[in-house]
């Protein structure tokens, strides 16, 4: 009689078949919708001052006072150095996703599709940092990097982060980007480079997200109670640092604002609030899902005005 006992071995296999399929239908998406972004952004057309950098409505300054003040020259200025601003801060924590991953990958099964996958996201990844570089120049931008000691606790993140903490942090900051991109390269007050650049970033994260999603699922599915715990606080704080560095008071001075007057402003704007806000529901509904919405959690997520 053949022998039907189910070993533990081919149980942990059965378990991993829903995310292996779902890594494969990623790499058959990847192969139909993917880019190039070195042919498909218009990188030889000058600069168009006449475009802003993105909707305007989602410049930290949109709504107070001093926006009021500020010429039309000037306020399209600003939302050019501020998405300069984000696509650095992307670059930033996209360096950090692409080691995490790689990391989370080393030494494991190569015929695995999940395996391949996470090379291919990390391959997107590297397209995206160029694109944003590319475009931030485009913009006549320096290189805004995050505050130093907020770059050194990236990089004891990236070295210690495992599991659900890394799958979740990259999907929170993904996450973000990706409703504000969809506003902005939808908007014809945007330059169409990056409107362009916006919409790769959209199609081509969209799988990234998934493939977060579902592995953050995985990751917990034996985690007890202290461990949903510690990986929420550690998820939450990695998700306020991201978000908190997202424009560098540098970008006030390089559009020729007075910095201290419009840093002040950019904190009390409840419209700037309200959008970061809206942007993370969808967000916050998974991490409740996951069990990852914990009380001290919510509060850092309160307080970097994400929930």
Known sequence: MA?????PADQAQDQKQ?????????LESSAKLSY??????????????????????????????????????????????????VASTGIWFEMILQQMVLRDMYAKDPTDPRFQW???????????????????AKLRAPAYRPARWVVELGRVFKT????????ASILVAEEVLDVMQRDWMRDERVAPFIRTINNI???????HMKFAR?????????????????????????SYFIVTSMVSREVYANAGLDVERALAEAKANEHHKSLMRSSCAGLMEFLSSARLLTRPATAVYRRAHLI
């Not at 022998?3 to 070993?7: G, L, R, S």
């Not at 829903?18 to 990623?26: C, I, M, T």
């Not at 210690?160 to 799958?167: Q, S």
């Not at 699922?217 to 939450?236: D, E, I, M, N, T």
Request: charged share 30%; aromatic share 6%; hydrophobic share 35%.
């Open 118 to 136: 996470a090379l291919t996201e990390i391959a997107d990844e590297c397209r995206h940092s160029i694109m944003f570089g590319r475009g931030a």
């Open 3 to 7: 022998n039907t006992t189910v070993q």
């Open 160 to 167: 210690l982060a495992v599991g659900e903490a890394a799958y």
């Open 18 to 26: 829903p995310e292996r399929e779902a890594a494969r239908r990623l």
């Open 36 to 85: 190039d972004p070195a042919a498909e952004v218009d990188w030889d057309t000058p600069l168009d001052e006449d475009h802003h950098g993105m909707s305007p409505e989602w410049s930290t300054l949109y709504g107070t006072r001093y926006w009021q003040e500020l010429t039309e020259a000037q306020r399209k200025e600003l939302t050019r150095q501020e998405s300069a601003c």
């Open 201 to 207: 970033h959209v199609v081509e994260e969209s799988r």
């Open 214 to 238: 579902e592995e953050t699922r995985a990751r917990l599915r034996k985690a007890g109670p202290v461990r949903r715990h510690v990986q929420a606080l550690v998820v939450s704080l990695a």
